[in-house]
């Protein structure tokens, strides 16, 4: 008994003799963003929050994580502050679409005073029959993203994007925008 209770102090001492568990980065405008998330269909669309893209690539958070963030009804919107890196899962509510989308500075200083993020966005749907996604990115500007594949936009603040599915009817906007610095917040 005596020695058992040994073994728990010297457990204890060891455990508040550690480091500290790494503070979260804090938020502002050199790690974060808005992102503003609208259901632009006639469906709802769950939005989950997946963690980090490039902890989860280095194998340093769980593959499978996500949280549900929010259903949206048709024509409802979310704004969230992210961090960079952060990724989220849009769901349709028949669960025909799906797409992951992630946030991320853009570091390449010949543009980043222009267009200071990067949007990525993933086609998730690896199912048959294909379903590929038609991303509008301008006024006329549109391209297809293929289930599997990713297409990555540099972008400035409240440039709307809309994801269409393959018959070329919207289903969800996403925009990015810059968050206030700490002494606004």
Same mark, same amino acid.
């Given at each position: 008994m005596h *020695?058992?209770?040994?073994?728990?102090? =010297? /457990? @204890? +001492?060891?455990?508040?003799? =550690?480091?500290? $568990?790494r503070a979260p980065l804090e938020r502002t405008p050199d790690t974060a963003c808005t992102i503003r998330i609208a259901a632009a269909g006639t469906e709802?669309?769950? @939005?989950? #929050? +997946?963690?980090?893209q490039t902890l989860a690539m280095d194998g340093k958070q769980e593959p499978g994580y996500e949280k549900l963030v929010q259903v949206l009804q048709p024509g409802e919107a979310m704004e969230h502050t992210t961090m960079f890196h952060h990724s989220f899962v849009a769901r349709s509510g028949s669960h025909q679409f799906r797409a992951k989308i992630s946030a991320w500075a853009n570091s390449a200083e010949q543009d980043s005073k222009t267009w %200071?993020?990067?949007?990525? #966005?993933?086609? @998730?749907? *690896?199912? *048959? %029959?294909?379903? %590929? @996604?038609?991303?509008? &990115? *301008? /006024?006329?500007?549109?391209l297809w993203i293929e289930p599997e594949q990713e297409v990555w936009h540099k972008?400035? +603040? !409240? &440039?709307? #994007?809309v994801l269409?599915?393959?018959?070329? !009817?919207p289903k969800l906007s996403v925009m990015l925008? &810059? $968050? =206030?610095?700490p002494d606004e917040l």
């Open positions: *020695s058992a209770r040994a073994c728990l102090l =010297a /457990t @204890i +001492v060891l455990a508040s003799s =550690a480091q500290p $568990l709802t669309m769950a @939005i989950y #929050f +997946v963690g980090n %200071p993020y990067k949007l990525m #966005f993933r086609n @998730i749907m *690896s199912e *048959s %029959p294909h379903k %590929p @996604i038609e991303l509008k &990115h *301008s /006024t006329n500007g549109y972008t400035d +603040v !409240r &440039h709307e #994007f269409r599915d393959k018959n070329k !009817r925008g &810059h $968050l =206030a610095p």
